[in-house]
């Protein structure tokens, strides 16, 4: 039983930022990696960021340079902050998660989405 809960999602201007979070909880032995995926209508959806347990981080081309993702071990969390926002960003924003639970399983886990809309 393992949640993973997203926040920070609005209305933005163009050059804008947010600043998304994700929070897990439940039976969470160890998080491998946690990551931010997005998905715009009518497309695939793709990876944005990600980041693993030891903190290395890979971004999507079109995001580098402006996004940044982080992570808290500690409270099981994960950011994405979002600066110069563009248009072609809007997108319902999902986090994901690979954890490993105390039963010694490991699953992939999705949050519910937030929707980010970058317009003027």
């Known amino acids: 039983q393992v949640q993973l809960v997203e926040s920070g999602g609005g209305l933005v201007q163009p050059g804008g930022s947010l600043r998304l979070s994700c929070a897990a909880s439940?039976?969470?032995?160890?998080?491998?990696?946690m990551a931010w995926y997005r998905q715009a209508p009518g497309k695939q959806r793709e990876l944005v960021a990600v980041?693993?347990?030891?903190?290395?981080?890979n971004y999507a081309d079109s995001v580098k340079g402006r996004f940044t993702i982080s992570r808290d071990n500690a409270k099981n969390t994960v950011s994405l902050q979002m600066n110069s926002l563009k248009p072609e960003d809007t997108a319902v924003y999902y986090c994901?998660?690979?954890?490993?639970?105390?039963?010694?399983?490991?699953?992939?886990?999705w949050g519910q989405g937030t929707q980010v809309t970058v317009s003027s």
């Open positions: 980041i693993t347990s030891g903190g290395s981080t």
């Open positions: 439940g039976s969470i032995f160890s998080i491998y990696a």
């Open positions: 994901y998660a690979r954890i490993k639970s105390h039963n010694l399983s490991s699953y992939d886990y």
